[in-house]
């Protein structure tokens, strides 16, 4: 496997971040901030760079790679798998009549099953039901297929999100890597760092994604009162303080964010579904708790694998991103310190991300993670 990686600099110049190599049919990741991804040509730039690759582009709330994490620029990771083969397929859901369980169940019926290991997911993050998503391509997607990764960001902005795949990046699409071969190896591990605090109440009002009351009593009113003078910050404010989401009949309780409030309903719209009966208690988190999650899931995803990894994809959540705030580079140098500086990290940081729980095969949509898939051939 080769790997070449560039940003783009100020004066619109495309810089190696380490060696150039020539590269036949790579894939190429971009990630970039919404705003200056629509005010360039990146795909043409890009395709003038590699000739003969195929192209995935999304926004993000931060691009990742080996070394650094860039906030207002565009970076690009090319891949030239030696052993392996990839193919990709898309959806928008701004050009369809599906609903999002059947988004995510349609796009994994698009690919051929015969050696297919991975699938990796570079999904909008604005119009999407994320757990519907995940939900619909768990329900056809084989037990010995990983499906990780994660939601387009804004940054804070909350106004749309972008993607494309071998055209300029647009509203409403939905991209979806899959990775055949004998000799790849994939593994992941995803983990969160925040601890619940507060009393623990049940949903008494929602609909999918959207809570309108906790313990009878209208949630945003007491989610308000939770944060004080922090409320006027809303819906940003929020991201530091997401909900863990216990539901019936499941092991391991959910996180989820809050992307944006409604005054006039007195509701709180969350990253995911949200079910009426499920408990919910406030969360909160610290510098040292992220950081000591980021290592905790690079050593997971390490765990009794057998080949030396090449690729690390790293999706983060933003509201882990807020918290580390000028030491954000920190979650890139843990999973550094643990595989080396030879793997190649490419990855964004998002509005959800997609992976199973630890121990499990079947993706999930999570909020507030930090998740570490390692790629070899």
């Known amino acids: 496997m080769k790997r070449v990686q560039l940003t ?3 004066k619109g110049e495309w810089d190696f971040i380490g060696e150039n190599q020539p590269l036949k049919k790579p894939l190429v ?48 990771t090319a891949i030239d798998f030696e052993k ?34 991975f699938v990796f997911v570079v999904s909008e993050g604005s119009f999407i039901n994320g757990s519907k998503l995940t939900d619909g391509m768990k329900s056809v997607a084989p037990d010995n297929v990983l499906i990780t990764g994660g939601l387009c960001g804004d940054s804070e902005r909350f106004e749309r999100t972008i993607a494309g795949y071998n055209e300029e990046p647009k509203e409403g699409e939905i991209i979806a890597i899959g990775l055949y071969g004998e000799s790849l190896e994939v593994s992941f591990s995803i983990f969160g760092g925040w601890t619940p605090f507060g009393p623990e109440r049940i949903v008494t ?11 009878n009593k209208p949630a945003l009113d007491l989610y308000k009162q939770y944060l004080g003078e922090k409320s006027k910050e809303l819906p940003s404010a929020a991201l530091l303080y997401p909900l863990n989401v216990k539901i019936e009949g499941e092991e391991q309780s959910i996180v989820r964010t809050i992307l944006n409030i409604d005054d006039e309903k007195n509701a709180m719209i ?14 909160m988190t610290n510098i040292d708790n992220i950081a000591n999650a980021s290592e905790m899931a690079v050593k997971g995803a390490t765990k009794n694998r057998i080949k030396d990894s090449e690729l690390a994809l790293f999706v ?5 991103k807020l918290v580390l705030d000028q030491r954000v580079e920190e ?14 990290i490419s990855g964004f940081y998002s509005y959800g991300e997609i992976a199973p729980f630890n121990g499990e095969n079947t993706c999930r949509l999570h909020n507030q993670t930090i998740t570490v898939t390692l790629i070899s051939e």
């Open 205 to 215: 009002q929602s609909e999918g994604n959207v809570l309108f009351e906790l313990d």
């Open 29 to 76: 990741l971009v990630f970039g901030n919404r705003l200056v991804l629509e005010s360039i040509p990146v795909y043409e730039e890009i395709k003038e760079i590699f000739e003969n690759a195929h192209i995935v582009i999304g926004s993000s709330c931060g691009n990742v790679t080996s070394k650094y994490v860039e906030d207002n620029s565009v970076t690009a």
């Open 316 to 320: 983060s959540c933003i509201g882990r």
């Open 8 to 10: 783009r600099n100020d």
């Open 331 to 344: 979650e890139v140098e843990e999973i550094v310190n643990v595989i080396g500086d030879i793997p190649t």
């Open 84 to 117: 392996s083969e990839y193919l990709i397929k898309t959806s928008n859901v701004l050009n369809t009549d599906l609903d999002s369980f059947k988004t995510g169940k349609e796009l994994i019926e698009q690919f051929p099953l015969e050696n297919l290991k």
């Open 270 to 283: 969350l990253a995911g579904d949200i079910p009426k009966g499920a408990k919910v208690q406030l969360m």
